[in-house]
């Protein structure tokens, strides 16, 4: 968690000083262009400490489960938001192409996540000779309760910090 935390920082250190300098408020320093308020500080730092916290639910989710285990349970958990409009199937789906997709930039580690190696990537996985057709099956016997209580509860947590805190 900590190595991915850092592979982020420049991502969490531009999304603070977003913060910090566009954010109106009670300026610290009055500065002709740029100037940081306590408000932007608060809000930079609430945002940082929530990207942080999805990033670890997140590795901790990966780290404790399969991937088939989770996109089950994430599927089961989501079943019964169908009548709110949520497509559990849908999501599922999504997020076993996400998944697929990171594999597949993990295999080649010369690739460096940019728009023109997506492209590549993309045109790649559509060569006919190369082509593996795989395919999703959720059997509910496979996910066991800790399973649905370990995501329920981090989920739980997620949404707690984002709107709480």
């Known amino acids: 968690m900590l190595k991915l ?56 989710m990966v780290s404790l489960m399969s991937y088939q285990t989770l996109i089950e349970t994430f599927y089961f958990i989501f079943k019964p938001l169908k009548p709110m409009g949520f ?23 010369q690739l460096r996540f940019n728009f023109n190696d997506l492209s590549s990537l993309l045109l790649y996985s559509s060569n006919k000779i190369d082509k593996k057709h795989s395919y999703l099956e959720i059997k509910e016997e496979r996910v066991n309760l800790l399973s649905k209580i370990t995501i329920f509860f981090m989920l739980t947590m997620t949404f707690c910090f984002i709107f709480y805190f």
């Open 5 to 60: 935390i850092f592979k982020l920082k420049f991502f969490l250190i531009i999304t603070f000083f977003l913060y910090v300098f566009n954010t109106p408020g009670e300026y610290i320093v009055l500065w002709p262009y740029l100037s940081p308020s306590f408000e932007g500080i608060f809000l930079g730092a609430t945002q940082i400490m929530r990207l942080i916290n999805s990033v670890a639910v997140i590795s901790i």
């Open 87 to 109: 497509d559990a199937k849908r999501f599922a789906v999504r997020l076993y192409l996400t998944i697929e997709y990171v594999k597949t930039f993990q295999l080649k580690r």
